[in-house]
């Protein structure tokens, strides 16, 4: 990206001004936080070490991104440390916890890498897998997934989430085997075009497919978690399947809202307009009184359903040039790194 994209802050007194844009680089590694503080010194002292002795491409041009979403156990502390130490790190503290897909986010429009490159403090994963991601994107790819193939996670993660990738994969005809891995490269174009709210985070290559980049996926090394705790539970299962419903309406029929909703109101038009003639015909041949037959309320409900969603559709269609006006998804209560910036 050509310069960090601007978002609104605001700070405990006023408003925060705008970050100037920084000088671009070649790579911006997106690092959300949330309760890692036994992790960020780890990863930033390994992602130094692989940038000195591997990167050879990005090693002058390079610059390390701490989100910080609401964490509780000092974690923007010691981002703050590492970055007054290392100008290369830049640090966006969330004012409460919003989740990663504001993060992932806010990395994204504060990043000015011609790559960027996205991975989970957890350490489950090894930075230095990245050259082999970044090296897929200088081969006609826009995105290249991390797959961890063979996954050091206890069964309770594993299944779920073989499940959820498997139904994706195969609803979206995207043939990727870890969908929600959060170790992925990107060139910049792709994260400028998509869209991130709610917790699309987990849908990114299907966004990205349904905008026309070319997605593909590599195996990762995968370890189990040393430090912290996993965040993964029952609650984030639901909104994973909330969310894939979202996806598939936006990916499919956000344009066209009245291919959804007219077909599904026609179907249920039809159906209620074949009961009422049925039973018009035998109120015709005097067989017996329709008023009280349950039959004759179903045929009514279906078709006032039927028109109530083609009303709907319709609506959709003349909103649809004016649907989505981006909004900020997140509020930051202080930066580092940037210039041009009161937080600290």
């Known amino acids: 990206m050509g310069s960090a994209i601007s978002v609104k802050k605001e700070e405990?007194?006023?408003?925060?001004?705008?970050?100037?844009?920084?000088q671009p680089v070649a790579l911006s590694i997106v690092i959300p936080i949330y309760n890692e503080a036994q992790n960020i010194t780890v990863?930033?002292?390994?992602?130094?070490?692989?940038?000195?002795?591997?990167?050879?491409?990005?090693?002058?041009s390079y610059e390390?991104?701490?989100?910080?979403?609401?964490?509780?156990?000092?974690?923007?502390?010691?981002?703050v440390n590492i970055q007054e130490k290392d100008p290369r790190v830049r640090v966006i503290q969330f004012r409460r916890n919003f989740?990663?897909?504001?993060?992932?986010?806010?990395?994204?429009?504060?990043s000015s890498g011609s790559y960027i490159v996205s991975i989970d403090c957890d350490m489950q994963e090894d930075p230095a897998d990245m050259f082999?991601?970044?090296?897929?994107?200088?081969?006609?790819?826009?995105?290249?997934?991390?797959?961890?193939?063979?996954?050091?996670?206890?069964?309770?993660?594993?299944i779920p989430s073989r499940l959820f990738n498997w139904a994706v994969a195969g609803i979206t005809g995207i043939r990727l085997h870890d969908f929600n891995c959060g170790f992925k490269a990107y060139r910049s174009e792709v994260i400028k075009e998509i869209k991130l709210y709610g917790e699309l985070h987990r849908f990114i290559p299907v966004l990205a497919f349904?905008?026309?980049?070319?997605?593909?996926?590599?195996?990762?090394?995968?370890?189990?978690?040393?430090?912290?705790?996993?965040?993964?539970?029952?609650?984030?299962l639901i909104k994973g399947y909330l969310d894939f419903i979202q996806v598939l309406f936006l990916t499919n029929f956000i344009k066209y809202p009245l291919r959804l909703f007219g077909a599904?109101?026609?179907?249920?038009?039809m159906i209620g307009i074949l009961i009422l003639i049925y039973l018009t015909i035998l109120w015709f041949d005097g067989i017996r009184p329709i008023g009280d037959r349950p039959l004759m309320t179903l045929g009514v409900l279906l078709t006032l359903m039927g028109v109530q969603l083609f009303s709907i559709?319709?609506?959709?269609e003349i909103m649809r040039d004016n649907y989505y006006r981006a909004e900020e998804e997140y509020a930051i209560s202080k930066t580092a790194g940037f210039t041009g910036t009161r937080g600290g």
Not at 264 to 269: A, E, H, M, N, V
Request: net charge positive.
């Open 264 to 269: 599904i109101g026609t179907i249920l038009s």
């Open 313 to 316: 559709g319709f609506i959709g």
């Open 132 to 158: 082999n991601l970044l090296s897929l994107l200088n081969n006609g790819y826009d995105m290249v997934c991390g797959w961890r193939k063979e996954r050091h996670d206890p069964l309770s993660k594993i």
């Open 43 to 60: 990863i930033y002292q390994r992602i130094c070490k692989i940038m000195n002795e591997e990167g050879k491409a990005f090693r002058d």
């Open 12 to 22: 405990n007194m006023g408003i925060v001004s705008e970050p100037e844009p920084v």
């Open 64 to 79: 390390i991104l701490f989100i910080d979403d609401g964490s509780t156990d000092g974690s923007y502390g010691i981002c």
């Open 210 to 236: 349904q905008r026309g980049f070319k997605v593909t996926e590599l195996p990762v090394r995968h370890q189990g978690r040393q430090f912290g705790r996993s965040k993964f539970g029952a609650k984030r």
């Open 99 to 110: 989740g990663k897909t504001a993060a992932l986010q806010a990395g994204f429009s504060f």
